[in-house]
């Protein structure tokens, strides 16, 4: 169901929430970090000692730059996750966050009118979507249990029509002839019977295959007439 362009931006605004926290907490860091250095270059500025105080001082300044860095980091990664690279130069910030918080609006209600199809046989490792699109830009999606989800799919395929019986039955058959005509096969095969083993497997792993390689040998099995002509 597509969302409406107020629960857009408030989606947009959870998400923007998050990039906030984490500027938050490494301000915090950065803060808490600063003040032992600060306090020594206090002490010993009134203690006269010059060269202990270039030291804390020293240490204040990577400190701060560290932060400066580390909170550029993390708005950078957030730009690149949601491909907005055009932000990276806009040196507001309030501009930028504005930006942010109408760029994610537009795509959230852009993806929440996308139709997401079910997927009955998913290579996702993580299962199946089952078409839901409860999650939040920027988050890993919880795994869905398959076994709990799948009731949805049960009857689907409703009853099988006469013709589909009568192939089901036909496929059943051959799969039994078959089956049949290859341990035959292997019954009479002259080396396997040679190795004393019963099945064509059992052959491989005694190195036959390996000691009696013959150049050629899968285009003389592949085209047996041009052999005999």
């Not at 409406?4 to 989606?11: A, K, L, N, Q």
């Not at 950065?30 to 240490?59: D, H, M, N, Q, R």
């Not at 690149?80 to 309030?94: L, N, S, V, W, Y």
């Not at 002259?190 to 190795?195: A, K, L």
């Amino acid at each position: 169901m597509p969302l409406s362009v107020e629960e857009s931006e408030i989606r947009a605004d959870e998400t923007l929430d998050g990039l906030k926290g984490r500027l938050l907490k490494n301000q915090l860091l950065s803060i808490f970090s600063t003040l032992p250095p600060l306090g020594f270059i206090a002490l010993f500025i009134l203690k006269g000692i010059p060269i202990i105080t270039v030291y804390f001082s020293s240490t204040f300044f990577i400190f701060t730059v560290f932060s400066l860095f580390r909170r550029r980091k993390i708005e950078n990664e957030f730009i690149e996750q949601f491909d907005m690279t055009e932000m990276f130069d806009i040196p507001d910030k309030e501009i930028r966050f504005a930006h942010y918080q109408r760029i994610l609006a537009e795509r959230i209600r852009e993806k929440s009118m996308t139709v997401v199809p079910v997927l009955a046989r998913p290579s996702d490792e993580r299962g199946p979507d089952w078409g839901k699109t409860d999650f939040k830009m920027g988050h890993e999606p919880e795994r869905r249990d398959a076994i709990k989800e799948g009731v949805v799919f049960k009857d689907l395929e409703g009853r099988l029509t006469d013709g589909e019986i009568m192939v089901a039955g036909a496929d059943d058959v051959y799969a039994e002839y078959a089956q049949k005509r290859w341990e035959r096969a292997e019954a009479n095969d002259p080396d396997i019977i040679e190795y004393g083993v019963e099945k064509l497997g059992d052959l491989v792993k005694t190195g036959y295959f390996e000691k009696n390689a013959e150049e050629g040998a899968f285009s003389k099995v592949a085209n047996p007439d041009e052999d005999s002509g």
